[in-house]
């Protein structure tokens, strides 16, 4: 089939507003600039109701299809959220704030969800509605779950919700999508070591926590690769190191921090136990203490099995049997999504951002020739799972 004819229309102006969102980043729930556009945006399609602040700054269209013989809703999700980084990419619609940029496609997963929703305006072929889900936070503040808290699937009640993210170096063109567990939990460690500080010159009337910090990093590398079943999926990552002020003072404290990825919750309690006994045990064999806080952000992100076919089907049907991966290895990154797919059956699926520097790299840029597959795949999602009578 291939990318839809009526994406052709639409491909300068939706171009246009993707690269006006890269121009303008905002962090977190911090997206006024953003959520308005696209509720703008949603209302000159159409749409018969945007919602907006919903999850602090998330909005909702909802549109309805020309009959509703079955009572049946499907949510669609994007996320409109930037990152904390200075952008180096040298594209004329770079970012024009400094110490922020999309450095994670969420501009082009908005547009592209902009672009289905206006197609399913105006040509409401299906039977039921279809509510388009633009949530903010997706980086770190579990934004799906605001929205979530907030009332979202109270309000609309979706039989199916289902995400999208664009892939770095796989072709345009082309998707891929697993059952099963597909992205990591996401958990953030906080060590912190208290001993007794003072004077370097005498080490000797101290208890030096660097010496305790040494030890636990070392022994914190064990944990995945003496205690976690090699068949298992696991990383424990310390990423920073905070003591001291002064060349010649022995600190107080010294704090560690750094992150867990895991892809069982079964795993996921093994490693906090785990981590908990080296901190604390570590610690008062050096005469310190240790104190472990462990924040568990992000689920697994889990794709139901018959929805992860459904999904399949679209993409198979807009790009093709041999351009769609059905087994897709899981990754270590975290999604949010996760917790959208704990509430409603549904699935995430990745299509192709082409040859480009990675997520989260300061070189990133959304290729914008992914925007018609993206908006094809939405809509045929739709045609398929709503079809009329």
């Not at 305006?121 to 039921?128: L, M, N, S």
Request: contains cysteine.
């Amino acid at each position: 089939m291939a990318v839809e004819n009526w994406v052709a229309k639409e491909i300068e102006s939706l171009t246009a507003f993707r690269r006006d969102l890269h121009q303008n980043p905002e962090l977190l729930y911090d997206v006024t600039r953003t959520a308005s556009s696209v509720a703008t945006a949603l209302r000159a399609a159409g749409v018969d109701e945007v919602i907006e602040g919903i999850g602090r700054s998330g909005v909702v269209g909802v549109i309805h299809g020309q009959t509703d013989t079955k009572g049946r809703m499907i949510g669609l999700r994007a996320d409109m959220d930037a990152l904390p980084i200075d952008e180096t990419s040298g594209k004329p619609w770079a970012s024009l704030v400094p110490g922020k940029m999309h450095a994670c496609g969420h501009d082009g997963h908005s547009t592209m969800l902009l672009g289905a929703a206006r197609q399913l305006a105006e040509t409401r072929a299906f039977d039921g509605t279809v509510i388009v889900i633009f949530q903010p936070a997706e980086e770190g503040g579990a934004g799906a779950k605001a929205m979530i808290d907030d009332g979202l699937f109270e309000r609309w009640p979706c039989n199916e919700v289902y995400g999208m993210h664009n892939r770095p170096n796989l072709p345009v063109g082309e998707f891929t999508i697993a059952p099963g567990p597909i992205m990591a939990a996401v958990d953030e460690v906080r060590i912190t070591v208290t001993g007794r500080g003072g004077h370097a010159a005498r080490p000797n009337d101290t208890i030096d926590p660097l010496p305790v910090a040494a030890a636990l990093i070392q022994a914190i590398q064990t944990v995945v690769s003496r205690t976690v079943d090699p068949l298992d999926s696991a990383v424990v990552s310390l990423c920073t190191i905070h003591a001291g002020n002064a060349f010649n003072v022995v600190p107080q404290a010294i704090e560690l921090t750094g992150t867990v990825r895991t892809l069982r919750e079964e795993v996921r309690d093994h490693v906090e136990a785990q981590l908990s006994r080296l901190v604390e045990h570590i610690a008062a064999g050096f005469g310190g203490v240790g104190n472990l806080d462990y924040v568990r952000h992000y689920p697994v992100t889990v794709n139901h099995a018959r929805e992860t076919e459904l999904a399949a089907a679209a993409a198979q049907e807009v790009a093709g049997m041999d351009k769609v991966c059905v087994d897709m290895p899981p990754i270590m990154g975290g999604e949010d999504f996760s917790f959208m797919l704990n509430e409603v059956p549904g699935a995430m699926i990745n299509v192709g951002n082409g040859s480009s520097a990675g997520l989260h790299h300061p070189e990133y840029d959304f290729n914008d020739d992914v925007i018609p597959w993206g908006c094809s795949y939405w809509t045929t999602l739709v045609r398929q799972r709503l079809p009329l009578a």
